[in-house]
Nanobody
Framework: QVQLVESGGGLVQPGGSLRLSCAAS????????MGWYRQAPGKQRVAVAS???????NYADSVKGRFTISRDNAKNTVYLQMNSLKPEDTAVYYC????????????WGHGTQVTVSS
């Protein structure tokens, strides 16, 4: 019922910046949590950053101080500003969301590729 479309990925040099966007559409009512996740080749998908309906944010230690998650409720969009990018940030980035007392939606999209390389 909820469709999430990621965009904004690309190729960037170490130390560079990118801003990812995740646009939500469909049955977006009662969304109380949105988050960014990433998956590198051969690795599990892991959480990167999240934001609740109250504005509370959470970050993985590996990105703390470099990434910032934000949300524009009017646009039904969540963003991930990524600064000081490192090669280890290379991954496919996904967003997801949930409603109160439910797990994340089981409908992962194609994600957006972020490649950090010289």
């Amino acid at each position: 019922q909820v469709q999430l479309v990621e965009s904004g990925g690309g190729l960037v040099q170490p130390g560079g910046s990118l801003r990812l966007s995740c646009a939500a559409s469909g049955s977006i009512f009662n969304i109380d949590f949105m988050g960014w996740y990433r998956q590198a080749p051969g690795k599990q998908r892991v959480a990167v950053a999240s934001i609740s309906n109250s504005g509370s944010t959470n970050y993985a230690d590996s990105v703390k101080g470099r990434f910032t998650i934000s949300r524009d409720n009017a646009k039904n969009t969540v963003y991930l500003q990524m600064n000081s990018l490192k090669p280890e940030d290379t991954a496919v980035y996904y967003c997801n969301a949930k409603r109160p007392s439910t797990p994340l939606f089981n409908s992962w999209g194609h994600g957006t590729q972020v490649t950090v390389s010289s």
